[in-house]
């Protein structure tokens, strides 16, 4: 049984009429309705409680009321609310929404007519209309057109150390044009070089190098002064103009081993007309180097305070006026600048830098490194393998995403496998297409919540999705408020929503009493149950209507102020972890955590590993954190596991690809990504190290390779391996025909040993049982002879 008050005027008075009713036939709610356990008191705060809540603003409702208080009855589930009466129209339910503006389908060449007409990314335009809490989804489809421009430019160390370099690549450009002829149609070309910035400490400023740093250095006595970065040629498709600018070039001398080259590679960047950047083409920046790079705040020690700004700074020389006077760029301003002009770097470098600038490549998007040969003999090659692995992978970036936004991202490549947390396709053919599903939610309403944008784009490449976002975060009976309104007592509230509003010194659910006075309260209105404290104990209940006191940790709400937002679960002493918001005592997780103080992340990509699978196949991912299930497996994506069946197998790929350039890993790209352990190669292995797992496999030519798998304490996996394959000399049929033959004939001589040892033996048996006999014999004689006969008698 409840009871539902209905309000309504007539001839300018307002009655109110209690009406019973029996509504057994209602399904009884079970378990916390959340909705409800908000205590909202607008439609506002209602459709921030969950996605779930709904709120009903039906005008002069036969609406039931619950017995638990006025304020809660609508905001509810949406069945709820029908159930007590309200009807669809006037129930405000905001749901996410996306909206396709603009989906051109994707191109497969990229010599179309018009490269405007080519796309690489769909859809390109899309609106998401967000309510808090609530998410929406939308798929981005990727692919990398056949024959797309190219834009090369060869940004080159200058420096004494390179001149071999500089000889190697005088006829770069016709070489060059004519490996990438085989992988794009139009093609074009440009050049540019560094040393360093010509102050102290960098360079030699006395007066007797200003024209000649390499004044008294008795090896190569003539040289240029120092620059930081000279713009040689712009990108063009004349190939002789390459080779002749280069071979006009002459190395130069600076004081520090460390280059200038970040600062060449940001004006190579910004300086998009000097240097001749096309629009519709995909950009090449290849850096050679032999040394590491200056990075931001080393310029101090030349005195320059002022960071870099990012800007071009090329004078009429086409030389960086701003060299001398603004410092080293930052890893972030070089990745920034890099990803907004769309181009991907190649660090070429040698190999005893190798790691220094892979480990850049992670700080950097759109980067890859190679190893350089001292003379760059290897250049050419170089360029087109670091080409074909970077057209071999499609990585998504999202920029300008506002502060309130979450999203998830999950990749389909080309096996068709949903890879969740994961916005990364490898291995990739030209022309393929891949997929990533985006989700989207709001975790609350900016200020204002005005729209916002962003834009997902693949690494390098012009094309990008823009997003814009709407935030549902008012409710439309909202905009229909009617002050006054004859509903609410005494002219004294604006009825918005189907509720009053009141206005100041006025309470009660239709305005109908002031502050101070008193009202009859049968029904116990400013307690949430019999026995339970007044207004919970932190408010006052005022004309039947709780009235919750201020608190310093911060807001204290509900019908009978029996909820705030500050008694949740803590992380570290952080509120919900600071992934949530706290909703009367239980934290509310924004998209991607879990959990009762939401420090649980969903998210997969810190769990894999370096070949693309979640703990390396032998654990499980749980808040983000690798839980290894495989007996002695450890590590962050548990890839550390010398005592795994699988152990000898897996490092096995790397000692072939690494040492011997064989192997399934054996692309050059491919195995730098995948096998980053140690490995030391020595004469023989010491097999006594109880540290270790001894590995052992048969190569292709039958030889046996050797090597021991072990994991440090330092973390390290260091794999030690003989130098060469052990491998059996082949047999000698000459000396097989001898052994054969002699040990034919030693068998027949110890044969004959053995018969004649047996026939002497036997022979001199046989002789001295004759000899027995004969003594015998001739003693039987005598004998005869010397005894008279038995019957003579003397």
């Given at each position: 049984m409840?009871?539902?008050?209905l309000?309504?005027?007539?001839?300018?008075?307002i009655?109110?009429?209690?009406?019973f009713?029996?509504?057994?036939?209602?399904?009884?709610?079970?378990g916390?309705n959340v909705?409800?356990s908000?205590?909202?008191?607008?439609c506002?705060e209602?459709?921030?409680?969950?996605?779930?809540?709904?709120?009903?603003a039906?005008?002069l409702?036969?609406?039931l009321?619950s017995?638990?208080?006025?304020g809660?009855v609508?905001c509810?589930?949406?069945?709820?609310?029908?159930?007590?009466?309200?009807?669809?129209q006037f129930?405000?339910f905001?749901s996410?929404?996306t909206?396709?503006l603009?989906?051109?389908p994707?191109s497969?060449?990229?010599?179309?007519?018009?490269?405007?007409?080519?796309?690489?990314?769909?859809?390109?335009?899309?609106?998401v209309?967000?309510?808090?809490?609530d998410q929406t989804?939308?798929q981005?489809?990727v692919?990398?057109?056949?024959?797309y421009p190219?834009?090369?430019?060869?940004?080159?160390?200058?420096s004494?150390?390179?001149?071999?370099?500089l000889?190697?690549?005088?006829?770069?450009?016709?070489?060059?044009?004519?490996?990438?002829?085989r992988?794009?149609s139009?093609?074009?070309?440009?050049f540019?070089?560094?040393?360093?910035?010509n102050i102290?400490?960098?360079?030699y400023t006395e007066p007797?190098y200003?024209?000649?740093?390499?004044?008294g250095?008795?090896?190569?006595?003539?040289?240029?002064p120092?620059?930081?970065?000279?713009?040689v040629?712009s990108?063009?498709?004349?190939v002789?103009?390459?080779?002749?600018?280069?071979q006009?070039q002459?190395?130069s001398?600076?004081?520090?081993?460390p280059?200038?080259g970040?600062?060449?590679?940001?004006?190579?960047a910004?300086c998009?007309?000097?240097?001749?950047?096309?629009?519709?083409?995909f950009?090449?920046?290849?850096?050679?180097?032999d040394?590491?790079?200056h990075?931001a705040?080393d310029g101090k020690?030349g005195g320059?305070v002022?960071?870099?700004?990012?800007?071009?700074?090329l004078?009429k020389n086409?030389?960086?006026?701003?060299?001398?006077?603004?410092?080293?760029?930052?890893?972030?301003?070089?990745?920034?600048?890099?990803?907004?002009?769309?181009i991907y770097?190649?660090f070429?470098?040698t190999?005893?830098?190798y790691?220094?600038?892979?480990n850049?490549?992670?700080?950097?998007?759109?980067t890859?490194?190679?190893i350089?040969?001292?003379?760059?003999?290897?250049?050419i090659?170089?360029?087109?393998?670091?080409?074909?692995?970077i057209?071999?992978k499609v990585e998504?970036?999202?920029?300008?995403q506002?502060e309130d936004?979450s999203?998830?991202?999950?990749?389909?490549?080309?096996d068709?496998?949903?890879?969740?947390g994961?916005?990364?396709?490898?291995?990739l053919k030209?022309?393929?297409?891949?997929?990533?599903?985006?989700?989207?939610?709001a975790?609350?309403c900016?200020?204002?919540?005005a729209s916002q944008?962003?834009?997902?784009?693949?690494?390098?490449?012009?094309?990008?999705?823009?997003v814009t976002v709407?935030?549902?975060?008012?409710?439309?009976?909202?905009?229909?408020?009617?002050?006054?309104?004859?509903?609410?007592?005494?002219?004294?509230?604006t009825?918005?929503?189907?509720?009053c509003y009141?206005?100041?010194?006025?309470?009660g659910?239709?305005c109908?009493?002031?502050?101070?006075e008193s009202?009859?309260?049968?029904?116990g209105?400013?307690?949430?149950?019999e026995?339970?404290?007044?207004?919970?104990?932190?408010?006052?209940?005022?004309?039947?209507?709780?009235?919750?006191?201020e608190?310093?940790?911060?807001?204290v709400?509900?019908?009978?102020?029996?909820c705030?937002?500050?008694?949740c679960?803590?992380?570290?002493g952080v509120?919900c972890?600071?992934?949530?918001?706290c909703?009367?005592?239980?934290c509310?997780c924004?998209?991607?955590?879990?959990?009762d103080?939401c420090?649980c992340?969903t998210?997969t990509?810190?769990?894999?590993?370096?070949d693309?699978?979640?703990?390396?196949?032998?654990?499980?991912?749980?808040?983000?954190?690798?839980?290894?299930?495989?007996p002695g497996?450890?590590?962050?994506?548990?890839?550390?596991?010398?005592?795994?069946?699988?152990?000898?197998?897996?490092?096995?790929?790397?000692?072939?690809?690494?040492l011997?350039?064989?192997?399934p890993?054996?692309?050059n790209?491919t195995?730098?990504?995948l096998?980053?352990?140690?490995?030391i190669?020595v004469e023989?292995?010491d097999?006594?190290?109880?540290a270790?797992v001894?590995?052992?496999?048969?190569?292709?030519?039958?030889?046996?390779?050797?090597?021991?798998?072990?994991?440090?304490?330092?973390?390290?996996?260091?794999?030690t391996a003989?130098?060469e394959?052990?491998?059996?000399?082949?047999?000698?049929?000459?000396?097989v025909?001898?052994a054969?033959?002699g040990?034919?004939?030693?068998?027949?001589?110890?044969?004959l040993?053995?018969?004649?040892l047996?026939?002497?033996v036997?022979?001199?048996?046989?002789?001295?049982?004759?000899?027995n006999?004969?003594?015998r014999a001739r003693?039987?004689?005598?004998?005869?002879r010397?005894?008279?006969?038995?019957?003579?008698?003397i």
């Amino acid at each position: 049984m409840v009871f539902e008050i209905l309000w309504h005027s007539g001839q300018g008075k307002i009655y109110n009429t209690v009406v019973f009713y029996n509504i057994t036939h209602f399904p009884p709610s079970s378990g916390l309705n959340v909705c409800m356990s908000g205590s909202a008191t607008s439609c506002e705060e209602c459709i921030l409680i969950h996605p779930s809540c709904a709120w009903c603003a039906q005008e002069l409702a036969l609406f039931l009321i619950s017995l638990q208080g006025f304020g809660r009855v609508r905001c509810d589930l949406t069945q709820s609310l029908q159930i007590r009466g309200c009807k669809a129209q006037f129930i405000e339910f905001p749901s996410s929404q996306t909206s396709i503006l603009k989906s051109n389908p994707l191109s497969t060449k990229g010599s179309a007519p018009s490269q405007n007409e080519v796309t690489q990314i769909m859809p390109q335009k899309i609106s998401v209309s967000l309510r808090p809490g609530d998410q929406t989804s939308f798929q981005v489809q990727v692919r990398q057109v056949e024959d797309y421009p190219v834009d090369l430019y060869y940004l080159m160390d200058l420096s004494l150390s390179m001149k071999d370099d500089l000889v190697t690549i005088h006829n770069l450009g016709t070489k060059l044009t004519e490996e990438m002829s085989r992988l794009t149609s139009n093609f074009r070309l440009g050049f540019g070089t560094f040393v360093d910035k010509n102050i102290s400490p960098f360079s030699y400023t006395e007066p007797k190098y200003q024209n000649n740093p390499c004044n008294g250095y008795k090896l190569f006595p003539n040289c240029v002064p120092s620059f930081g970065f000279r713009h040689v040629l712009s990108l063009t498709d004349k190939v002789d103009r390459f080779n002749q600018e280069v071979q006009k070039q002459m190395v130069s001398r600076n004081r520090d081993a460390p280059e200038g080259g970040f600062d060449a590679i940001v004006q190579a960047a910004v300086c998009k007309e000097e240097i001749g950047w096309r629009k519709e083409a995909f950009h090449l920046l290849v850096f050679a180097t032999d040394d590491v790079p200056h990075l931001a705040l080393d310029g101090k020690l030349g005195g320059l305070v002022n960071p870099n700004d990012g800007e071009c700074h090329l004078d009429k020389n086409n030389e960086n006026s701003a060299s001398t006077q603004m410092d080293y760029p930052s890893l972030g301003l070089l990745g920034e600048k890099l990803a907004e002009n769309n181009i991907y770097l190649i660090f070429a470098v040698t190999r005893r830098y190798y790691v220094i600038y892979k480990n850049y490549t992670a700080l950097i998007p759109g980067t890859t490194v190679e190893i350089l040969d001292m003379d760059s003999k290897n250049i050419i090659q170089l360029i087109v393998n670091a080409y074909n692995n970077i057209r071999s992978k499609v990585e998504l970036t999202v920029s300008d995403q506002p502060e309130d936004i979450s999203l998830s991202f999950t990749a389909t490549c080309q096996d068709g496998q949903p890879l969740p947390g994961l916005r990364k396709c490898s291995d990739l053919k030209i022309g393929d297409t891949v997929s990533f599903d985006v989700n989207v939610e709001a975790r609350s309403c900016p200020k204002g919540a005005a729209s916002q944008s962003f834009t997902i784009k693949p690494v390098g490449f012009k094309d990008r999705l823009e997003v814009t976002v709407d935030y549902s975060c008012d409710c439309g009976c909202t905009r229909a408020a009617k002050p006054p309104n004859p509903n609410c007592s005494r002219r004294a509230g604006t009825f918005t929503c189907g509720k009053c509003y009141c206005e100041p010194g006025y309470l009660g659910s239709h305005c109908e009493c002031q502050e101070g006075e008193s009202g009859n309260n049968p029904l116990g209105a400013c307690r949430e149950a019999e026995g339970k404290r007044m207004c919970s104990g932190r408010g006052e209940c005022s004309c039947n209507q709780c009235l919750c006191y201020e608190s310093e940790f911060g807001k204290v709400y509900g019908s009978f102020c029996e909820c705030d937002d500050f008694s949740c679960a803590r992380h570290k002493g952080v509120l919900c972890a600071g992934h949530g918001e706290c909703h009367c005592g239980e934290c509310k997780c924004h998209a991607g955590y879990i959990g009762d103080n939401c420090n649980c992340s969903t998210e997969t990509t810190s769990c894999l590993a370096d070949d693309g699978q979640l703990c390396s196949g032998r654990g499980h991912c749980v808040c983000g954190h690798c839980h290894c299930s495989e007996p002695g497996a450890f590590g962050d994506t548990c890839e550390k596991c010398p005592t795994c069946p699988d152990a000898c197998g897996t490092k096995r790929e790397c000692i072939e690809c690494r040492l011997f350039n064989s192997g399934p890993l054996a692309d050059n790209q491919t195995c730098q990504r995948l096998c980053k352990d140690e490995i030391i190669t020595v004469e023989a292995l010491d097999t006594d190290d109880s540290a270790g797992v001894l590995c052992l496999y048969k190569s292709e030519n039958d030889c046996v390779m050797k090597f021991m798998y072990s994991e440090h304490a330092n973390g390290k996996s260091i794999l030690t391996a003989l130098k060469e394959p052990e491998c059996g000399g082949g047999p000698d049929a000459l000396m097989v025909l001898l052994a054969v033959v002699g040990s034919i004939l030693m068998v027949g001589i110890i044969l004959l040993a053995a018969w004649k040892l047996a026939i002497t033996v036997h022979d001199r048996r046989a002789f001295a049982q004759f000899q027995n006999a004969r003594c015998r014999a001739r003693y039987e004689v005598v004998r005869t002879r010397l005894l008279p006969p038995s019957n003579v008698y003397i």
